[in-house]
């Protein structure tokens, strides 16, 4: 399952480019909360803290417990990073997008799908793994959220085939997809095509015309 992991936060009530410079100067990242019953604050988290919890991170759907202090009282909300914006040149973090969620509701979130082990059909015949799904779409309460969906396909042979209702999913978990879509199949070995050569033109008989003296000994010895 997902690790809660908690981070500090305080709000933010300044607004304009000339604030959210002032935010990154001083160490921070500018950050917004929103979704369930409450309405959307401003925040500012701590860019080393946010950069230490994305790269301890195993998939792409993280729980996050915002711990939010503000005139000497704090308050908890919990959420899930919904999007990270980098700088498309430096890769820093400018801006984090906090969706916050219900442990009582379930939740929607695209997981990420990995498969181990080495097909039967590629380690003994030569066949090849082909993955149509990376993600599946699950839902679940957000303790029950799984970090990644790993997928033993040791066993399959040629043509064997996983669908998304044969994935493990946890008890807890549903998958929001239909169950027929194919995620993973070992396809036949690809088999190349001899090259054709052309086979070279008969050449035509050549009748020779027979001299003139070869014909008349010709008839002298028909008669």
């Given amino acids: ?21 002032q935010v990154r100067a001083r160490g921070g990242v500018p950050a917004v909360i929103y979704g369930s019953k409450d309405k959307p604050a401003n925040l500012e988290v701590s860019r080393r803290d946010i950069e230490a ?11 996050v417990e915002l711990e939010i202090e503000e005139n000497g009282k704090k308050t908890s909300r919990l959420s899930l990073i919904q999007e990270v914006q980098h700088h498309p040149l430096r890769g820093e973090i400018l801006h984090v ?19 181990y082990g080495e097909p039967d059909g ?33 066993a399959m042979k040629i043509g064997d085939s996983i669908h998304v209702r044969d994935l493990p999913l946890p008890a807890e978990v549903e998958a929001d997809e239909d169950g027929d879509l ?16 052309a086979a070279a033109p008969e050449s035509p008989e050549v009748i020779k015309e027979k001299k003139p003296e070869a014909a008349a000994a010709g008839a ?4």
Wanted: proline share 5%; aromatic share 2%.
């Fill in 53 to 63: 919890l994305l790269s301890h991170a195993v998939g792409e759907n993280i729980l």
């Fill in 182 to 197: 194919t995620v993973f199949i070992v396809a036949e070995p690809a088999v190349a095509e001899e090259p054709v050569v």
């Fill in 122 to 154: 590629v380690k003994n015949f030569g066949g090849l793994l082909e993955q149509s799904m990376r993600t599946v779409t699950i839902r679940c309460l957000p303790q029950n959220l799984p970090e990644i969906i790993r997928v033993d396909v040791s």
């Fill in 1 to 21: 399952m997902a690790k809660q992991v908690k981070l500090s936060a305080s709000p933010r009530s300044e607004g304009g480019r000339n604030a959210v410079k």
């Fill in 97 to 115: 997008d906090f969706h916050a969620v219900s442990m009582t509701e379930k939740i929607s979130a695209d997981i990420v799908i990995e498969s």
């Fill in 220 to 223: 002298e010895e028909k008669k």
